[in-house]
């Protein structure tokens, strides 16, 4: 591939993955300019088996899991009142 459309490419990737990322996600990879730089460095900070990452995500599918139950309690409570 011809080294102009390369750039171009890896760029725009650069772009697509930080408006993908919240704000604390994006501070930790702003300087880098490749798209394997950035995944290398979310890799090794979040893909690990740490104790604060396992309690992220338990905190994620807790507030999922009652937000799913209140969606379905109003849903329920509404049919309960059109039938």
Known sequence: MEEKIWKKINKTACGVIR???SQDLKY???NESSAKKIRETLASKYLTKSVKN???LK???Y???L???FILT???TLTRSFS
Request: net charge positive.
């Open 19 to 21: 408006l993908c990322l």
């Open 28 to 30: 930790d990879v702003m």
């Open 54 to 56: 396992r309690l992220h």
């Open 59 to 61: 905190r994620i599918l």
């Open 63 to 65: 507030h999922f899991q």
């Open 67 to 69: 937000k799913r139950g």
């Open 74 to 76: 109003i849903i329920s």
